[in-house]
């Protein structure tokens, strides 16, 4: 169905529901929706028309409209769409009906704008807080416009602890964290266990909850975002450095030049290289196969060399500006890299074929932490997790963005949906990326990697961009504003959704094999927490560290 | 004097434990790199453990967060003395970009004492191996205290209508931080 179609469904559906459709930049969609309507339309958007659920989001727009807004983001991934269906909410009683049932995805985005906007969801089905730390009072929401960005409210009370829901009847309760030996991050679970068996669990995570949106919105200017947003996650960092400069972008209506896409191409692969490869190893630490670990870490170490000779820094790369990049690639740095990539691909090679023939792993891994495609759809799962269970989504391939483009690749796509499939997606996307490197290589022609913006971008813009991190889909938000600074950043990061589907990965699997279903969605709390502080539940953690193994390992012995 | 203590009490054998407050996964990761093959940390004998009860050394990462604060401070007093604490990374030594967001408290010695600062965002392996050897004793120190004094920067508001040209000088505009 073409997107003029698509439209017209809409609007013979709903009629005057849909207030408004603006087609911000192609495919970028705004439609304005009567909040009453909203619940109606997401589920229709959801079911009907077989949209992704992306994100939801709330704004306190009152200094500029006078209303708060929520935006449910969604994305037709088979017409390259990104689709935001607003609803203004009348400045004195914010509310707005709650679309979580009917879009099971959309759950903890509507506790978090609940949390730092204080936009009431109405008839959420678990309202509890999510991202807020334990001693913030209730009522203050910190994302207002009316709240600063270093305000903490004077009735803040160090000593409440988080509420926990009671366990199950005739469950055990295991709790992790939040320091735990190799939690690499800190979180805290409550794993409710009947013998050898997960029943279920509790999470209380968002501790990484930094207040970076409101950072951003309050202190920063455009250009000192992408250095913020870059430290939103130390693995996956450029990623949301270009998302957020992509966004800018899309909303102003700038095109960066053509040389500056190829390297963000490359930089963007190069990161996705040094990613995929720290979490074979990493799941191997895991499986008890440090061989391969230690071999998967010399294998990455000169990808973090050409990092730092491209842009300084083996990690935080500084890439994007507002319209083009800061690092050029050379003929000498491309020369390197290429040769790089030879010897990486020849190892990798060796070993995909040892992780291929190791029995322990397959033994580990098969029929453990199942997703298939209908968890895929309910919880919006993304990424290696979503293609490992059959669903062939890539933003690279249906958001085109950089110069994705211009460049050939194959999704891999693997049908089991266990870990064993995340394992073999991770292995051969591996290869894809190098090929893609190659390709950049090849086709990049000189020219400028900045395009001047003489102009002051136009308040109130809406720009939305998707690009495929490591772990899957991350998409910015951004609404432009004055002061040379966006009047709204949200961010959802891949393991903000793929999170939501843990519980029902690891629910009925022994306990041991909860830390590997738990590393497969290659889990990473501080994109998932960035905005605030805030418990949440429901969701079940997976971290990959050696510490929660280790803990496993014990909580098993003392049974 | 702490130097000599280290030795004494630590030799060869430096059991660390990392505790992330609430970083970006960054300074993790390099200290992961730290024990992998091109940097191989266990020939000085440090070795990463999972409890605190077993450790010389926390590793802190990540500014102090409000909502992990009681949990790095359990942490820190489950360690037997004599004991170290490391922060690793500008966060943890001075808070990082987010030092006065409502839900950082600041850097991590304002919930545990802090012995050593390694800066860095993140700092690199050979960065925190050279911090760990100076602990050790193995390696001098490069540079000595100074005094700073701290110096109210006006933060520049980049945008074509604060630039006022007076007698062939461009003059920013001090921006208002909110």
């Known amino acids: ?559 | 004097m702490l130097r000599q203590l280290c030795r004494k009490m630590f030799g060869r054998s430096l059991w660390v434990y990392h505790a992330n407050s609430g970083g970006c996964n960054g300074c993790d990761i390099e200290v992961l790199n730290a024990l992998t093959p091109y940097y191989d940390a266990e020939r000085f004998g440090i070795k990463l453990v999972g409890s605190p009860r077993h450790a010389d050394v926390m590793l802190c990462q990540g500014p102090a967060m409000r909502s992990t604060a009681r949990a790095l401070r359990r942490a820190y007093e489950a360690m037997p003395a004599p004991k170290l604490v490391f922060a690793i990374g500008s966060c943890a030594c001075g808070g990082g970009v987010w030092h006065d967001s409502y839900a950082v408290l600041g850097p991590v010695e304002k919930i545990v004492p802090v012995d050593f600062y390694i800066p860095g965002c993140p700092p690199r392996p050979e960065a925190i191996l050279y911090g760990v050897a100076l602990a050790l004793g193995l390696v001098d120190k490069k540079i000595v205290p100074a005094e700073v004094r701290a110096e109210v920067l006006p933060v520049p508001k980049y945008h074509p209508e604060d630039l006022r040209r007076e007698e062939e000088v461009t003059v920013y505009t001090k921006a208002e931080k909110f």
């Not at chain 1, 992704?52 to 704004?59: A, F, K, L, N, Q």
């Not at chain 1, 083996?314 to 010897?343: F, H, M, N």
């Open chain 1, 1 to 559: 169905m073409k997107a003029r179609e698509k439209e017209r469904t809409l609007r013979e559906r709903f009629g005057a529901a849909i207030r408004r459709t603006d087609v911000t930049s192609p495919g970028r969609w705004c439609l304005y929706v009567a909040p009453e309507a909203i619940r109606e339309v997401c589920r229709f958007v959801f079911r009907e028309m077989d949209a992704r659920y992306v994100i939801s989001v709330g704004m306190d727009d009152r200094p500029y409209s006078g209303r708060f807004l929520v935006s449910h983001n969604f994305a037709f991934d088979r017409d390259g769409i990104l689709a935001a269906f607003l609803a203004e909410l009348p400045p004195d009683r914010p509310e707005i009906p709650s679309i979580a049932g009917e879009v099971p995805a959309a759950g903890w985005a509507e506790r978090e704008f609940r949390d730092l906007v204080g936009i009431e969801p109405k008839g959420h089905p678990y309202p509890k807080r999510l991202v807020l730390p334990d001693g913030w009072p209730d009522g203050v929401h910190p994302l207002r416009k009316d709240h600063a960005w270093n305000e903490v409210p004077e009735d803040w009370d160090d000593e409440v602890t988080f509420r926990f829901d009671d366990p199950p009847e005739g469950c055990t309760v295991v709790p992790f964290g939040p320091f735990h030996p190799t939690l690499d991050e800190p979180a805290h679970f409550r794993l409710y266990v009947e013998g050898e068996t997960v029943r279920g669990c509790e999470y209380r995570g968002f501790m990484v909850h930094r207040g970076i949106e409101k950072l951003a919105e309050s202190v920063m200017s455009y250009n000192d975002i992408p250095m913020l947003a870059e430290r939103i996650c130390g693995i996956c960092g450029c990623v949301h450095n270009v998302a957020y400069a992509q966004a800018v972008e899309s909303a102003a209506g700038i095109q960066p030049p053509p040389r500056a896409e190829y390297i963000r191409t490359v930089m963007l692969e190069l990161e996705r290289l040094h990613s995929h490869l720290l979490w074979v190893g990493l799941a191997c630490h895991i499986l008890g196969f440090d061989t391969l670990f230690m071999q998967a870490f010399r294998i990455r170490e000169p990808l973090m060399w050409i990092a730092e000779k491209i842009s300084g820094n083996r990690k935080t790369y500084s890439l994007c500006l507002v319209g083009g990049v800061r690092w050029e690639i050379t003929p000498p740095l491309a020369a390197e890299l290429r040769g790089i990539l030879d010897r990486l691909e020849k190892e990798w090679n060796e070993v995909a074929q040892a992780v291929g023939r190791d029995r322990n792993i397959q033994r580990r891994t098969r029929g453990v932490g199942m997703a298939d495609a209908r968890l895929v759809k309910e919880l919006g799962l993304l990424g290696p997790v979503a293609r490992a269970a059959g669903v062939d989504i890539d933003c690279r391939r249906d958001h085109p963005y950089a110069a994705y483009d211009r460049v050939e690749f194959d999704v891999v796509v693997e049908l089991d949906g266990d870990v064993w499939s995340r394992v073999l997606v991770r292995v051969r996307e591996v290869f894809e990326s190098i090929r893609i490197i190659r390709q950049c290589l090849e086709k990049m022609e000189p020219g400028p990697i900045q395009t001047p913006i003489d102009e002051e971008l136009l308040p109130g813009r809406i720009g939305l961009s998707s690009v495929e991190a490591p772990r899957g889909e991350s998409h910015h938000f951004v609404v432009t504003g004055e002061n040379n600074r966006p009047r709204r950043w949200r961010v959802r990061a891949p393991t903000y959704q793929n999170l939501q589907g843990v519980p029902a990965m690891i629910r009925d699997q022994t306990l041991a094999d909860m830390t590997i279903a738990l590393g497969s969605i290659d889990p990473c709390f501080s994109c998932t927490d960035r905005l605030e502080t805030v418990d949440l539940r429901t969701g079940l953690v997976k971290v990959w560290s050696q510490a929660e193994l280790e803990q496993l390992v014990r909580a098993r012995k003392s049974h």
